[in-house]
């Protein structure tokens, strides 16, 4: 094994390809709580509908920080999820808005249920509608003419 292959092995064994977090020190117990606030609003990068706070992932941790970072310099709550909008859309939000896009996909489910729930109805009611009116009465049918004759000749091959 090379010198280069073997420091690789050890590089990616050891866990030096993680990427490293600030860990930057916490604010004042205020400022703190209003970044635990707004990072429980933000979704972690890297896993599935975890908020920032509450995530252990390095990814997560870094942008605890960033969130830390962005309160220290004086910014908004609004300017802080605008920071991360920007850099990772709407989807970065836990709790997004429910307008253009991200409306079709709040509200599209609903009407195609609504629009199927109507459509049965209205499949049901004419099925009911047509079981309910009585077909017309289909008069018996009539022995051909000269049945008599056709049976009384079966009759007399079966009495031989």
């Known amino acids: 094994m090379t010198a280069t ?48 706070t509450d995530s252990p992932a390095s ?9 830390r970072q962005l309160v220290r310099e004086g910014k908004s709550d609004e300017e802080i999820r605008a920071y991360f909008v920007a850099r990772y859309d709407e989807w970065v939000l836990l709790d997004p808005k429910t307008e253009g896009t991200s409306g079709l996909v709040w509200f599209l489910p609903v009407a195609v249920a609504a629009l199927g729930a109507l459509g049965g109805a209205w499949y049901v009611r004419q099925n009911r509608a047509g079981k309910v009116a009585a077909p017309a009465a289909v008069p018996p049918a009539s022995p051909p003419a000269g049945g008599d004759a056709f049976l009384d000749a079966i009759r007399s091959e079966l009495d031989r």
């Open 59 to 67: 990814m997560a941790r870094a942008q605890l920080d960033m969130v």
């Open 5 to 52: 292959a073997l420091g690789l092995t050890l590089a990616l064994v050891s866990g030096d390809y993680a990427p490293t977090q600030a860990g930057s020190a916490p604010l004042s117990p205020e400022l703190e709580a209003r970044v635990q606030r707004v990072g429980k609003e933000l979704r972690c990068a890297v896993c599935q509908g975890v908020a920032i």
